[in-house]
């Protein structure tokens, strides 16, 4: 059955198939796949009706894979892969300084530091189109989600390649009218189990808000919530006089801040511009990034 599946249809065919496994729905498969439901559900039924089986059925919590649909799997991913990789190759051999680049970034550097950069880059190469990401979770780089990203990471995947403009310093930041001396009430990412190893120097911590983004912590700092072990650059860059750095000096993290691309894209010439560029601007910020403008 899986060779005459593979010859009786092409690729896109099994798009719909592998994007309806992934997200169990076929409204949540066409909104990835930028089609309408009736799409999807006609797709999935041609194939099924071609080769007279069930490759999908409805349960409670979605539809799920038949044993005819789990056969198919591995081959429509593999067909998956050679796609993207296909794809790749053919953009890392494109010289044209136009087209779109996929983005990825936090939105914390993206909304401070890079926004404007960024809008000068598209005025100095019109024709190149930026395809911005920065919502949270990590894009993937070797499925073409994006096609550079600049990440917060101690170390990157090995599939990309990549320049590391500097590992961040973190300090202590609170409100100027909060007060420490007797007990110290912290804000604290939602990873973190108890009290951070980080805050035994303080006196007397106590967790009072738990936080998943940078940009809600430094809003918190701000309205006095607590203190709160922050990258330099967040605050620093907001020039807010409230807002002070405890003089505690705490070691350089083994986190970086890293420039990245798919290998298959290293001589794509408007990604090769792009990053170039990007490199340049994050360049000029590393004493932000080192704490030296707190």
Known sequence: MHNEFANMHSWDDF???????????????????????STVSRRIQALETVHGVKLLERTQTGYQM??????????????????LAASRILLGQDARLAGEINLTMPHELFDHILAKPLREFTDKYPDIRLNLHVSKGLRNLANREADLAVRFTESPPDYLIGTRITTMQHGFYKHKDLAIEHSTPLIVWQRDKGIPHWASQLKSPQVVMQV??????????????????????MPDIMHNQDIERLPARLPRSNWGIWLLNHVDLRHTARIQVCRQYLQQVLNRHIPLFAGERS
């Not at 701000?222 to 990258?231: I, N, T």
């Open 15 to 37: 798009r719909y198939f592998l994007q309806v496994v992934e997200t169990g729905s076929f409204s949540q498969a066409a909104t990835k796949l930028g089609v309408n439901h």
């Open 212 to 233: 998943d983004d940078l940009q809600a912590m430094y809003s918190a700092v701000a309205a006095g919530f607590g203190l709160a072990r922050m990258p330099c650059f």
């Open 66 to 83: 038949t044993d005819a649909g789990a056969s198919v799997l591995e081959m429509a991913e593999k067909m998956q892969q050679a796609n």
